[in-house]
């Protein structure tokens, strides 16, 4: 947010976050490429390609449980 409000030359206007909408956590697979993960683990890389919605990274969480985050977060605004 801070690089748009800079970008829109608003770089000191204030805003809120909320927990539940932070982006998807691939845990232990952050900040690494899918051919770094292929070569580390490509049975798991395998296992995430045939459901990726439903595929949890180690310690991290799957496209299921982000849409379960923002849904619940969501209800609560209306």
């Not at 927990?19 to 798991?44: H, I, M, Q, S, Y």
């Amino acid at each position: 947010m801070r690089i748009i409000l800079e970008n829109a030359g608003r770089p000191d206007q204030p805003f809120v976050t909320h927990d539940p909408l932070k982006e998807v956590c691939f845990g232990a697979w952050e900040a690494r490429t899918l051919k770094e993960l292929r070569e580390a683990d490509p049975e798991a890389v395998a296992t995430r390609k045939r459901d990726k919605w439903n595929y949890v990274p180690p310690e991290g969480e799957s496209y299921a449980m982000l849409a379960e985050r923002f849904g619940e977060w969501f209800k609560t605004r209306q």
